[in-house]
């Protein structure tokens, strides 16, 4: 089998411990991505509502709610788990976030498929 093509998102220290942080659209893309980090483990979702598409973040890096317990959607106030992109409240309960598989490496980078978000 042909290992899947990765690219460095950032680094563990670019995203700060219980909180959240967005990256913009590759050219040509139209959505970006955003991630979510917990100690050392970070969940890496496409920034996109899948009630209507809109970005979640109603200003930069701001993905989680006040207690930081649930990834929010500014324009529905969709909330979803972190762990699994679940959306437990909101216009699009049931529906999930599109999770994006990454992984930290030796050098505290965190790794996301080439394709990530296009």
Known sequence: MKPIAERVLCTLADIP????????????????????????HVWVYVNSCPHI????????????????????CSTHGARFRIEDGFCT???????????VPARIDE??????PEDAGL
Do not use: M, W
């Open 17 to 40: 411990d219980g909180n959240s942080k967005g990256f913009p659209a590759a050219p040509g893309a139209f959505t970006g991505l955003f991630a979510v980090r917990r100690g050392r």
């Open 53 to 72: 598409g809109v970005p979640l973040d109603p200003v930069p890096d701001r993905f989680l709610d006040t207690r930081k317990q649930n990834i929010l």
């Open 89 to 99: 409240s909101g216009p699009c309960y049931g529906e999930v976030l599109e999770r």
């Open 107 to 112: 050098h505290d980078n965190v790794l996301v």
